[in-house]
């Protein structure tokens, strides 16, 4: 079965740093996902992670351990409009074989001023 | 990356009733998935949707509940029959681009059953 672990809820302060943790425990893996939505909206993709290690794209981070079963996407600067709800999403299977992502609940965001 | 809209953005049903959502892709993709999210929750994936064949259910989700089409590979739509309140959700289409870390989402759905 497939296990995806994140808190539901984190509060942090406009230009701090917030790291949003994520565990997984799935019968295999393939990816992991890292997706923002804003209330009301569709997810957006923010990153990728396969190999072990740190992928920095701008103000995001995301961090993986496979053998941890572990990441983390790490916001630097925060502004208000980042407050969302984060989602972690795991890929177990190669996308031909047909298997998709499968989501852990979401960690809703708020940045205070 | 893929541009991808949905109709309708949002409907009021009654129970019993049917209802179709349509998802539009600007370009061909091979796998087109649909998604649930109920109020407060994550996603859940409802089925992998076929150009040709018949749609991959998951488990907890069958066919004659929400039968799906996919004539060609930019459309695909999804049937959710007999409405109940249980319902009301949101009803994402997505599709994979063509590197495999990209995975994209239509605006949504939003059901409400009454």
């Known amino acids: 079965g497939q296990n995806i672990d994140q808190p539901t809820e984190m509060t942090a302060t406009e230009g701090a740093i917030v790291q949003i943790n994520c565990t997984y425990q799935?019968?295999?893996?393939?990816?992991l996902f890292w997706y923002q939505q804003h209330a009301g909206e569709a997810p957006t993709f923010l990153s990728y992670n396969v190999l072990d290690g740190l992928e920095e794209k701008g103000r995001f981070s995301s961090f993986l351990s496979r053998s941890k079963g572990y990441s983390y996407l790490l916001l630097k600067e925060l502004q208000m409009k980042d407050s969302a709800s984060y989602l972690c999403a795991v890929r177990d299977w190669p996308l031909e074989a047909g298997n998709m992502l499968t989501f852990g609940g979401g960690t809703r965001l708020m940045v205070k001023p | 990356s893929a541009v991808i809209s949905q109709k309708p953005s949002r409907d009021i049903c009654q129970r019993g009733t049917s209802l179709t959502i349509q998802c539009q892709v600007d370009s061909q993709v091979t796998m087109m998935f649909w998604y649930r999210q109920q109020p407060g929750q994550s996603l859940t994936l409802i089925a992998t949707?076929?150009?040709?064949?018949?749609?991959?259910?998951e488990s907890g989700f069958v066919i004659d509940k929400f039968p799906i089409s996919r004539p060609n590979l930019t459309f695909s739509t999804l049937t959710v029959s007999n409405l109940s309140p249980e319902d009301s959700s949101i009803y994402l289409c997505?599709?994979?681009?063509?590197?495999?870390?990209?995975?994209?989402f239509g605006p949504g759905t939003r059901l409400t059953v009454t």
């Open positions: 997505s599709v994979a681009g063509l590197e495999n870390y990209e995975q994209y």
């Open positions: 799935t019968s295999g893996f393939n990816g």
């Open positions: 949707a076929n150009q040709g064949s018949e749609a991959t259910y």
